[in-house]
């Protein structure tokens, strides 16, 4: 009959492997491992987080220079087909800081690709990655400027009432008759990070299962 100290140094080098094969303290086969990156893993989030809250402000920002300009879309056809806004948002005292530095002042902005294509799962993933990621910024004195939103460090304002006027336009693409319906301004931002991990993990898991299935038993 094994002594209690023999027992006590088994169960002690077993439960150090983890590979436990028999009997308590087994290691279950699915366990979640741990996220390896954890603080990377975050600073991607409040990165990705960003990025879609100034996508939010110039998407608002070109939905009013499309009312301003009378123009039916925010493309870059409509917006090469019309006047410039005339709306005092696009006066010059709004404008984008970019990662080098520079002020953009902005006096008229439309997204460069704003439309979800139609097709299987990946074409509409791959469309939805990059839909309304670029942007074209005019500039009061006639310069073009045409920059991703990772360059995009600070929308810089000169009067609190632009910023107020700012997130009236971005409730523009909410449409009429949602009065009640409003959330806080960044609120988008945050539910489309949530919704594209989400998307995300589906995707993983639907590859996953593919692969178990293709392996052969």
């Known amino acids: 009959m094994p002594k209690p100290s023999d027992l006590h140094d088994h169960s002690e ?8 094969a028999h009997g308590y303290g087994q290691t279950p ?19 990705v987080f960003w990025q879609n809250v100034c996508r939010e402000i110039l998407m608002g920002l070109a939905a009013a220079a499309a009312e301003s300009a ?28 970019t990662a080098a530095g520079q002020r953009i ?7 460069v690709f704003a439309y979800s294509m139609l097709g299987n799962d990946e ?14 910024i005019t500039t009061p004195g006639g310069e073009n400027f045409t920059l991703p ?4 460090i600070s929308v810089h304002s000169l009067s609190q009432s632009l910023i107020e006027k700012m997130e009236q336009a971005q409730e ?14 960044g609120f988008a931002a945050y539910t489309s990070l949530a919704r594209s991990e989400q998307q995300s993990r589906q995707q993983q898991d639907r590859e996953t299962q593919n692969n178990d299935q293709n392996t052969p038993s």
């Open 29 to 47: 086969s699915h366990a979640t491992p741990p996220d390896p990156y954890p603080i990377a893993r975050v600073q991607i989030r409040r990165d």
């Open 105 to 111: 002042p902005i006096a008229d902005v439309y997204p």
């Open 123 to 136: 074409v509409r993933s791959r469309s939805d990655d990059i839909q309304c990621t670029v942007f074209r």
């Open 70 to 97: 009378g123009r039916t879309g925010i493309g870059p056809t409509d917006a090469e087909m019309s006047p410039s806004p005339t709306s005092e948002l696009f006066d010059g005292r709004m404008a984008v800081m």
């Open 172 to 185: 523009l693409l909410e449409g009429p008759g949602k009065e009640d319906d409003r959330v806080p301004f």
């Open 13 to 20: 080098s077993l439960t150090s492997s983890g590979e436990l």
């Open 149 to 152: 939103i990772s360059q995009i």
